[in-house]
């Protein structure tokens, strides 16, 4: 199947820094991305959908300020966590589509975010 | 709107013995369902998939799912689980709408 490659896995980050999340699909072109966040023993939450070349749309509750969702090109959608503080610390997990609502989401690694 | 409940939150179960993780849903246009796993750290992979057809699908690692429009379902068993089959998983659904809605997922123990 499509290969979607997220980084970092890993990172921790001070307090009042920012992160950035690289979500790419490797082997496919994907003109929707979507970037959830996954509190533990709980669901995944949708964050936001992001759409290359427009502006992403966000779930309501979800801070577009501090979220920060760009995708660049066909192939690239970033996260970036600004100001970042401790309860922003979560797995995100990005996945992307090759087309329509039928096929099937294909998911990047995760980013366990720990913000000390 | 679309929704999905998994009502188990955990289910244990014993090495070579058979399970089933329970799935409803609801929307109101068609569906498209998707049962997912998730290792401990790591994103989701594909079990299986019902876009159409068939109401029993088949999928990697021994699983397969039901469909069952009536009851607004979509089942997943396997006959006989293994230790490695130990993860989260997760029911989903999309139908008219881009965005894909989870399940609160179901943890799978399996005792050796």
């Known amino acids: 199947g499509a290969v979607v490659s997220q980084h970092p896995s890993r990172v921790i980050c001070k307090s009042g820094t920012s992160v950035k999340i690289e979500c790419r699909s490797l082997?496919?072109?994907?003109?929707?991305m979507f970037w959830y966040r996954q509190f533990p023993k709980q669901s995944l939450m949708l964050m936001a959908t992001?759409?290359?070349?427009?502006?992403?749309?966000?779930e309501q509750g979800v801070e577009k300020d501090k979220f920060l969702i760009n995708h660049a090109s066909l192939t690239l959608s970033t996260l970036t966590v600004t100001s970042a503080h401790p309860e922003d610390s979560s797995f995100y997990i990005c996945?992307?589509?090759?087309?329509?609502?039928?096929?099937?989401?294909?998911f990047g690694q995760g980013t366990r975010l720990t913000v000390v | 709107a679309q929704s999905v409940t998994q009502l188990d939150s955990q289910v244990p179960v014993f090495e070579e013995a058979p399970v089933e993780l329970r799935c409803n849903y609801s929307?109101?246009?068609?569906?498209?369902l998707f049962w997912y796993v998730q290792y401990p750290n790591q994103g989701l992979q594909l079990l299986l998939k019902?876009?159409?057809?068939?109401?029993l699908v088949k999928g990697i690692n021994g699983f397969e799912a039901e469909f069952n429009k009536s009851q607004t379902s979509f089942h997943l068993r396997k006959p006989s689980v293994h230790i490695s089959d130990t993860a989260e998983y997760f029911c989903?659904?999309?139908?008219?709408?881009?965005?894909?809605?989870f399940g609160t997922g179901t943890k799978l123990q399996v005792i050796p």
């Open positions: 996945s992307a589509r090759v087309s329509g609502p039928e096929t099937e989401a294909f």
């Open positions: 082997d496919f072109q994907a003109t929707t």
């Open positions: 992001s759409n290359e070349g427009s502006k992403a749309t966000y």
């Open positions: 929307s109101s246009v068609s569906v498209y």
């Open positions: 019902y876009l159409s057809g068939s109401t």
């Open positions: 989903a659904v999309t139908g008219g709408y881009q965005k894909v809605t």
